[in-house]
Nanobody
């Protein structure tokens, strides 16, 4: 399974970006799709996740500013980021859990896309 993330870039504080991540390969089903981020010198942090049924979780640091959604038909997950702050600067990785075949689960981690928020 391959994950291709896009949408990162340089934005001023208060601005918005929308990240996308497409999962490709011989996938039977995808259960959970999510976004992690890693800032320089810091540990990776779970930002948001969404289940196949649409249940979402957002970290406290992004609640009210970010939203996660997915298109199951396209195996794509999105992260809408509004009111960006300099502390949101990080490499954002998408992560996916699902099944390749019945009884054959997988998890995959994308290379990431860089988000830089200037003050």
């Amino acid at each position: 399974v391959q994950l291709q993330a896009s949408g990162g870039g340089l934005v001023q504080a208060g601005g918005s970006l929308r990240l996308s991540c497409v999962a490709s390969g011989s996938i039977l089903s995808i259960n959970v799709m999510g976004w992690y981020r890693q800032a320089p010198g810091k540990q990776s942090e779970l930002v948001a996740r969404i289940t196949s049924g649409g249940s979402t979780m957002l970290s406290d640091s992004v609640k009210g500013r970010f939203a996660i959604s997915r298109d199951n038909a396209r195996n794509t997950v999105y992260l809408q980021m509004n009111s960006l702050k300099p502390e949101d600067t990080a490499v954002y990785h998408c992560a996916v859990e699902g099944a390749l075949m019945p009884g054959n689960p997988f998890s995959s981690w994308g290379q990431g896309t860089l988000v830089t928020v200037s003050s």
